[in-house]
């Protein structure tokens, strides 16, 4: 988890989505050309687009760049603004976002624990507002980059949850099964449970939804629109992990994880059209590991948490003060679930699926 913040084909033709926006980023699409509103179709880039009229109303708006000015033709595509400064234009809102609620938060005084609460739901939403601009600047329904809301909280997002849940389970019983790790005893009682584990619930479902747009919605689509889905995916995934590096007690082995983490939750956002499964994947991964199994999360224990447990061995073993993350067997973990998953969805999710 980022420690708070105070974080195929495109059409280069006229850019068409319809209303339900079903398995977007499930389809190939062509990349942007240089400008002469040709593409260049790459059948590994993301983000299927299904017909309706928005497009065509980006395309009269944007005319022929090719025979445009000059300066036009820097800043606009034949799909309209180009993705480089669409990216570009988001970052800049989202942390100006972002420095104003920090500013503005410091007069304000919460606890330890709420002060987290908000600052996550803080940077959800300088994430978001970012995000629904650049939607009426490009003229594309919010669906497009990944969070379709007829889609939220369906079957994709439990399914998410089961196998975040089982994830992170399936690392600490090896550990445990190896004598590297000590689940320990309850240390929690009566309310108190009930209490810690829908206020963590909470935070980490903010934390899947925040860390999952930022860098697998509006940004995953924009950059796809330039360079394609996968190296958009890599390129992302890399910031992912080498954004761990700030948090106290994290490790390369901890970030490099939490890097290929991202990449595999940008395998889900291929296949099944949505984030919806990332956001549950995300949120229980997290939940389970800091409140649940009360372990490390990238070098930070929860207060509140449930067990009194314990590592013992080698810091390759157990992650040291990573966490489970920079143990050498989470490598193992998540190449078991990117092979699973891709063997369970080899195909793009059916257009009629509204999740």
């Not at 995934?237 to 590096?245: D, R």
Request: hydrophobic fraction near 50%; proline fraction near 4%; glycine fraction near 14%.
């Amino acid at each position: 988890m980022l420690q708070p913040v105070c974080g195929g084909k495109f059409p280069q033709e006229p850019l068409m989505a319809d209303s339900n926006d079903t398995g977007f980023f499930s389809q190939g699409t062509e990349v942007e050309s240089d400008g002469t509103g040709l593409g260049n179709l790459d059948p590994v880039s993301a983000g299927r687009v299904a017909g309706s009229s928005v497009g065509s109303n980006v395309a009269s708006n944007t005319g022929d760049v090719s025979h445009g000015p000059w300066l036009r033709r820097v800043f606009v595509g034949a799909s309209g603004l180009r993705s480089g400064w669409s990216f570009a234009l988001y970052l800049v809102m989202f942390a100006l976002i972002v420095a104003v609620g920090g500013w503005w938060a410091q007069s304000l005084h919460f606890g330890e624990l709420w002060s987290q609460m908000f600052t996550e739901l803080g940077v959800l939403v300088a994430a978001v507002i970012p995000a629904l601009v650049m939607a009426r600047i490009e003229r594309r329904p919010w669906g497009a980059y990944g969070l379709p809301l007829r889609r939220a909280f369906s079957k994709l997002s439990w399914v998410g949850a089961i196998w975040g849940f089982l994830g992170i389970t399936l690392l600490l019983e090896i550990l445990h099964g190896l004598h590297a790790f000590d689940f320990g005893h309850v240390v929690l009682h009566g309310v108190g449970i009930v209490r810690f584990a829908v206020f963590w619930g909470v935070v980490f479902l903010l934390v899947g939804f925040f860390e999952e747009f930022l860098l697998r919605g509006y940004t995953q689509f924009t950059l796809a629109r330039g360079m394609g889905f996968w190296p958009a995916a890599v390129l992302l995934s890399a910031a992912f992990g080498a954004s761990h590096l700030k948090n106290p007690g994290e490790a390369w082995t901890g970030a490099l994880a939490a890097g290929l983490i991202g990449l595999f939750l940008c395998l889900t956002l291929r296949r099944t059209g949505s984030l919806w499964f990332a956001v549950g994947f995300h949120a229980a991964w997290d939940w389970g590991e800091s409140f649940f199994y009360s372990v490390p999360d990238s070098g930070a224990m929860s207060p509140g948490h449930l067990l009194s447990s314990s590592f013992h061995g080698s810091r390759w073993i157990t992650g040291g003060s990573v966490g489970p993350e920079g143990s050498l067997l989470c490598f193992v973990v998540i190449a078991v679930m990117w092979v699973g998953f891709e063997r369970m969805y080899r195909g793009r999710v059916p257009s009629g699926d509204s999740g």
